[in-house]
């Protein structure tokens, strides 16, 4: 045939740059910092051989047949008990829908709400993946101003009374790839505009649970009780890909309880449900009751490598480059100064640092409006700290 | 919040009649021939567990990782040999891509080609959620009428030149819920009206593993050596879960190379990838060489309900039913005939059956477009022979 009969929705979106760059990360002896996982080395394989050996045998048929929409019970049942542990009050297993992983709530969300040219507000920057998704639903994609402290609220208020979104989509906490954790008062804020503009805001939080020292300000979600009118106006995402393992695909979307059945509706023509597999996998795990070990372990290796990098840039590149040093989760975000007549072009620098055997991910393409050119993202993640403080030095040559 | 605010496509959709039928199936004693599942106490549990072991014993990064959204590497070799052993002569493992369940394939089959409008011509009657997913799109969905030998190809034709379908999607082999086998001839006369018409042909294959006498005809796609210009106009959805286990939600997608790539782009957006946890147990199982036992085992169980089946329905219901035996598959579906002045509406049967504890669907709802009144699915997979037998005469009483 010679031309597809595609569908007009594929013409909002395109493969992105990034992708382009990740196909350059092969060449041997790369480090990298561009990429957005968690450290396979940090995984409890152990754990997860018992717990999955452990739904095989205890359940067999829960674990390898259809299961239903909403999620395998048990692991609804942990979930919910997961979610209240970290102060969300109200929630119990019929509160949650299994997704896989949290992109697929994301999808679910765009399915459910994004008419053609309805507008949905994001942080710039944000989550690529999140722009691209609410654009094959014809969204209009518009950003949010952020800093170290994340979304700037005042701006947000112009934008929600001018656009009238959809939604407000926030990584509040140690965002990708902004790294930023937005204070108590900004996301008692949120909720205030949500109610006041009767307006959904959904908080993805695949990174909460990735603090370094002090826990972070209570989720949107476990706001929601200070804010009356404010719960049945936010949506939360939840994932187990950063703390656990990405390999599971379980995530976990709250969200009122109209919206919740209009996404397990979609969910049904989407995948039918979750791997069930996947799904008692987990639900053992969190029962055995070695996450907590598990998050202790991870926190410390990348609070660690978040040092050692913070350090790293600093001592290498000085007053070319300025960040702030994140208290959780993957990621840097640093701008280009151009100080002293030096490069400011995130993307040219990338192609640089790329032929001085490092790479990092150029910021633009995080912005689904106004992209800043000299933004950069780098991921302590899966470097350990030799590697950060090689990968750093080469950088300094790439400069 | 008072009124969410839905996209449009949801009024498209609705929840089936089929799942509020399902909810009195938990009414205790009852027999149920209306699942559309495989038996659970088929499951090669053992072999899942030393395959999952196995998996995460000797790549746990690959295993527990993100991974490509195309799918994991060596399951994509094996099951390109799994389709070459079906006679599918020119695939390779980058000729085809792993979904979520073959519901995904059906779901980045919607996103990539369907626009608002546009029109996909099904089987009247087809897989309901296929219905429902393309619906979702926007799809306007059309029957085309089917025989015990599947699909009437004139009359497919008729409505190919007629609708000028963006598709048609066809579940050929052991059809749900016809449980139909489309003729090799009529095969390939809808390879040729594809490349007539140049319009795309799916072939949604979950079932033609389990035939239960001799094998059936090669699918579409392995015909399409015979019919020039037809490979690139056809899709093959496979999926492992009627043969090996639905809990691990692996299908597979393969379609013409542009198509491929833009569904791999859609499917980023949806889920990231298919669960790599369960993706390298698939790989490994299928490596294990226990698959064509399991294929023997299940077959033969099928074979002797479906047999079962049949006798019971003649010697139960005579001439009030009629049907062709099927020889494959899951399912018998059945006409009420009315004769003797006795019970047409299979709606109501449906109703009076439960009260006599015995449950099957209704097959009204599988049409997109005219439905038939007096048809019903029964399956015959997950009750042995004794519980056949007792249904049946459950449902003489119904009668």
Known sequence: ?????LARRLQNVETSAIRELFKLLGKPGIISFAGGFPDSAMF????????SAKALAEEPGGALQYGATEGYEPLRTELAAFMRAKGVRD???????VTTGSQQALDLLGKTLVDPGDKVIVEGPTFLATIQCFRLYGAEVISAPIDAHGVQTDSLEQLMAQHRPKFVYLIPTFGNPSGALLGLERRRKVLELAVKYQTLVV???????????EAPPPSILALTNEVPGSRELVVHCGSLSKVLSPGLRVGWLIAPHELLGK???CKQFSDAHTS???QATAAQYLKSGRMPGTLRQVRRAYAQRAQAMGDALQRELGD???FTQPRGGLFFWARLTGAGGRIQDAGEFARRAIEQGVAFVPGAPFFATEPDASALRLSFATADVGRIDEGMARLKKAL
Chains 1, 2 share one sequence.
Not at 204 to 210: A, C, F, Q, S, V
């Open 1 to 5: 045939m010679s031309t597809l009969p």
């Open 276 to 278: 069930t597999f996947a």
């Open 263 to 265: 996404a397990v509706m």
């Open 44 to 51: 409890d394989v152990e754990g997860l051989r018992q717990a």
């Open 320 to 322: 070319a480059i300025e």
């Open 91 to 97: 929630i119990g297993p019929e509160g949650l829908v």
């Open 203 to 213: 908080e993805d939080d695949p990174y909460g649970d990735l603090y370094f020292g």
